[in-house]
């Protein structure tokens, strides 16, 4: 079947037109995707073209922006000396990840959305399903590993193992493995990739009522949602705990040398702790908000719900992918040499003042310098 040539389905031509009689989801189908579509479906009557439209613009906006925001970032780390470091190798990668994400998930969507259905064929719903798990799986578990970096370096301090590009490569190496093998499971009869309550995307068979088949899912969600989630929780608690003490310590000492501060006058406006829960919470909240959906619709189908409908699952989906989006940001634009080397390179993309802050702010950024990390510490 043709993907560019206009789908020729005979049950569209049903007497009363789009919606009449007992059309179902499964009309549209393509006959060669009907075996990988559950029976549950059966139920629900076509979607409106309406939510198919405004899906397919929003994920398409997205996409671009995520291509053009996770590419920047992609730029000007690999260009600028001064962020080659081992940290950022971890944002790099996130980055990449993003990136990828995008590129292989946005396009497809879009033209299913204006076909309001799969029209890439059974091939094509488990390589898409296989780099969607595979991308964002690497995505979770960057944004984890950043976060456990940032502990070692500001809890732990100069008693913390250094961090080397070595380190960086076997851990960029362990995340890539671990995703591989939870994206490959499905291939081989651990579940598998079938289209979506909407159609316009493919996914991991959450709605199998086989035992076996549901129990990818729960243990994928332990690996691949609560583990890193727990451990970025952790982690940035005990970093905002250690700037707080460190701030606490600085004012006793400015207090003992009486002196107003031993911060200047900028830095004095917002405190380091301050700034670094913000970061802290941002990333955390972002990543919760763009995954929990996804998830509770996993385990309601998992769990036998008879709330889902293909609506439902369109918004949790779209999402998921957004978060693509979110992280350039986090942990690019918040990034203060970043800032800076944007402005030098893409001038007109830069709104906001750049003089460079403190080494305090510079903890609080996105991915922070060594050097800046240990005075934190």
């Known amino acids: 079947m043709s993907v560019m040539g206009h789908p020729n389905f005979g049950s569209w031509n049903s007497p009363g037109g789009f919606g ?55 730029y000007i780390f690999a260009s600028t000396k001064s962020l080659k470091t081992p940290s950022n190798l971890l944002v790099v990668n996130l980055a990449f990840s993003d990136f990828c994400q995008s590129v292989t998930q946005s396009f497809p969507m879009v033209v299913n959305c204006y076909y309001e259905t799969w029209v890439w064929g059974p091939l094509f719903c488990e390589l898409y399903g296989m780099f969607g798990s595979e991308f964002g799986c690497v995505s979770i578990w960057s944004m984890a590993c950043i976060s456990m970096d940032r502990y070692n370096v500001i809890v732990k301090g100069l008693s913390g193992k250094p961090f080397t590009k070595k380190s960086a490569a076997l851990w960029i190496l362990g995340i890539w493995s671990m995703a591989t093998v939870w994206t490959l499971a499905p291939l081989f009869g651990w579940n598998r990739y079938v289209p979506e309550g909407n159609l316009s995307s493919c996914g991991t068979d959450f709605i199998n009522k086989d035992w076996f088949h549901k129990s990818y899912i729960l243990v994928y969600s332990v690996f691949v949602y609560f583990t890193p989630l727990s451990i970025i929780i952790y982690c940035y608690f005990f970093i905002v705990q250690a700037v707080a003490a460190h701030e606490k310590s600085m004012r006793e000492q400015a207090k003992k040398m009486n002196v107003a501060s031993l911060r200047s006058s900028e830095a004095q406006q917002t405190s380091a702790e301050c700034k670094l829960a913000k970061i802290a919470l941002m990333t955390i909240s972002l990543w919760f908000c763009a995954w929990t959906p996804y998830l509770i619709v996993n385990y309601s189908g998992v769990f036998g719900s008879t709330k889902l409908t293909p609506l439902s699952t369109i918004w949790c989906s779209l999402f998921a992918k957004a978060n693509t989006c979110c992280n350039s940001i986090v942990y690019g634009i918040s990034h203060p040499k970043y800032r800076q080397a944007l402005e030098k390179k893409f001038p007109s993309l830069v709104c906001a003042d750049n003089t460079p802050k403190d080494d305090v702010n510079s903890t609080a950024s996105g991915v922070t310098a060594v050097d800046a990390e240990k005075v934190a510490a």
């Open 20 to 74: 009449g009689g007992n059309m179902t989801v499964m009309d549209k189908v393509p006959p060669d995707m009907v075996h990988l579509v559950d029976a549950y479906w059966y139920q629900f009557p076509p979607m409106n073209p309406l939510w198919h439209a405004i899906l397919g613009f929003t994920i398409g906006v997205l996409g671009v922006i995520s291509i053009i925001g996770n590419g920047l970032v992609l």
